[in-house]
Nanobody, 125 residues
Framework: VQLVESGGGLVQAGGSLRLSCAAS????????IGWFRQVPGKEREGVSC????????YYADLVKGRFTISSNNAKNTVYLQMDSLKPEDTAVYYC???????????????????WGQGTQVTVSS
């Protein structure tokens, strides 16, 4: 079971990035997939989640209206389109799976597993 993030980078404020989370080793659409971010000294926070069964989505208030999560089940990949980026979006972004359920019932990081290595997103002002 493995999740691998990619797509991070350096972008100016107001710009866009698209992150990818490629999954392998499990049936992708049986579980919820979440995106999280973390900055040094702070707890990992939930950003967005997509349900495996019906593709229903959740967004944290801080990113609502700017980020869009989507999935391509044929490619076992979840994407996070990030628009109108702000310097405060700077963080390491991770994806993980909630193997308890196919629905987004929680965005607490401790219920998710199979964390990827993360991808750095840096937004300059």
């Amino acid at each position: 079971v493995q999740l691998v993030e990619s797509g991070g980078g350096l972008v100016q404020a107001g710009g866009s990035l698209r992150l990818s989370c490629a999954a392998s080793g499990f049936t992708f659409d049986d579980y919820a997939i979440g995106w999280f971010r973390q900055v040094p000294g702070k707890e990992r926070e939930g950003v967005s989640c997509i349900s495996g069964s019906d593709n229903s989505t959740y967004y944290a208030d801080l990113v609502k209206g700017r980020f869009t999560i989507s999935s391509n089940n044929a490619k076992n990949t979840v994407y996070l389109q990030m628009d109108s980026l702000k310097p405060e979006d700077t963080a390491v972004y991770y994806c993980a799976a909630d193997f308890r359920t196919e629905y987004c019932t929680s965005t607490y990081y401790y219920v998710f597993a199979s964390w990827g290595q993360g991808t750095q997103v840096t937004v300059s002002s």
